[in-house]
């Protein structure tokens, strides 16, 4: 099989799993010019969607031996907006980030919880900051909603269990789940809100969530609530999260992902309190990152070998 990688990220895992499945080339490319050039005989293309733009689309139209496309990545955004030749089978890389973006979000909840955000000015200012302590929470005996519970938002779920939370599974249907002790479907989150300690979001892309969590939402949570995004930017209004930090409607919040992305340099989210931003990195961790991603890449190539239905299939 005649294999393109287009990779943000060290690739040799990736070689190394797919040559052991076939003799065909795998060809690395460092741009989008390099993969321009190798693309025409292509039957296997793999690139984060990151990487995915609308001239990468006008060159797949001339590979017309393309045969799938495998996503280094769990989002599937840019695919979804600039398109893909006709009858190509688009797969994710399914949750093989799990385990680093759900990390992640724990970090941001916990230093939320803990108040590190306060802690770090106080350490500029060089001050001790004692009197914050009755503000510290933690997940322990508190109630925490996970919107979004899939391969994500499941093992988030799995983390806060095990750290004495009750979990709230909040998906389209509030089917029920082991790693959460309750499940409500969201067209009930304006009821939940209400009585949460924390809401981390870990929903799908989907143009229905734009500004799911918006100025009502935030008006809704308790004062002390911690709000964490690892999904998408647009499911959160950050115009009315930067108004509800200043006002003290909800007690923080822990941002990977905003909306613009990146964040403008004027935008009022940069200077709200009890905030924390990391540039849309939840999904990096170090060596770990490559050979999950070879493994979902190599067990899907093995599949589409043997005939069988390619796994964590998103478009076509």
Same mark, same amino acid.
């Given at each position: 099989m005649n294999i393109v990688i287009r990779a943000m990220q060290n690739p040799i895992p990736i070689v190394t799993r797919l040559s052991a499945l076939t003799a065909g080339p795998i060809v690395v490319t460092a741009d989008e010019a390099a993969l321009e050039a190798a693309i025409e005989p292509a039957e296997l293309l793999l690139?984060?969607?990151?990487?995915?733009?609308?001239?990468?689309?006008?060159?797949?139209?001339?590979?017309?031996?393309?045969?799938?496309?495998?996503?280094?990545?769990?989002?599937?955004?840019?695919?979804?907006?600039?398109?893909?030749?006709?009858?190509?089978?688009?797969?994710?890389?399914?949750?093989?980030?799990?385990?680093?973006?759900?990390?992640?979000?724990?970090?941001?909840?916990l230093a939320l919880q803990k108040r590190f955000p306060v802690f770090f000015a106080a350490q500029q200012k060089h001050v001790w900051a004692r009197h914050e302590g009755p503000t510290?929470?933690?997940?322990?005996?508190?109630?925490?909603?996970?919107?979004?519970?899939?391969?994500?938002?499941?093992?988030?779920?799995?983390?806060?269990?095990?750290?004495?939370?009750?979990?709230v599974a909040v998906t389209r249907q509030g089917l029920p789940h082991p790693h959460a002790d309750e499940s409500m479907p969201v067209t009930r989150l304006h009821e939940l809100l209400p009585r949460v300690d924390a809401v981390v979001i870990a929903l799908? +892309?989907? *143009? =229905?969530?734009?500004? %799911?969590?918006?100025? !009502?939402? &935030?008006?809704?949570?308790?004062?002390?609530?911690?709000?964490?995004?690892?999904?998408?930017?647009?499911?959160?209004?950050?115009?009315?999260?930067?108004?509800?930090?200043?006002?003290?409607?909800?007690?923080?919040?822990?941002?990977?992902?905003?909306?613009?992305? +990146?964040? *403008? =340099?004027?935008?009022? %989210?940069?200077?709200? !309190?009890? &905030?924390?931003?990391?540039?849309?990195m939840a999904g990096a961790s170090g060596p770990v990152m490559p050979n999950r991603l070879a493994k979902v890449a190599g067990d899907n190539l093995a599949r589409w070998l043997k005939g069988e239905p390619l796994a964590h299939r998103v478009l076509t």
């Open positions: 690139i984060p969607d990151s990487l995915y733009s609308a001239n990468v689309a006008r060159m797949l139209m001339r590979a017309k031996r393309l045969k799938w496309i495998q996503l280094l990545s769990a989002g599937f955004d840019a695919v979804a907006r600039h398109g893909t030749p006709a009858g190509i089978p688009i797969t994710n890389a399914g949750d093989a980030f799990g385990p680093s973006v759900a990390t992640h979000a724990i970090a941001l909840l510290l929470a933690i997940p322990y005996g508190g109630t925490i909603a996970v919107i979004g519970f899939g391969h994500i938002g499941s093992e988030i779920g799995r983390l806060l269990k095990e750290f004495g939370a009750q979990v799908a +892309p989907s *143009p =229905e969530t734009r500004h %799911l969590i918006g100025g !009502p939402e &935030l008006a809704l949570m308790k004062k002390t609530a911690v709000l964490v995004n690892i999904a998408r930017g647009y499911v959160i209004d950050c115009e009315a999260l930067a108004v509800a930090l200043k006002a003290g409607t909800i007690g923080g919040a822990g941002l990977d992902v905003t909306e613009p992305e +990146p964040l *403008p =340099e004027g935008h009022p %989210l940069w200077d709200a !309190p009890n &905030l924390l931003i990391t540039p849309h």
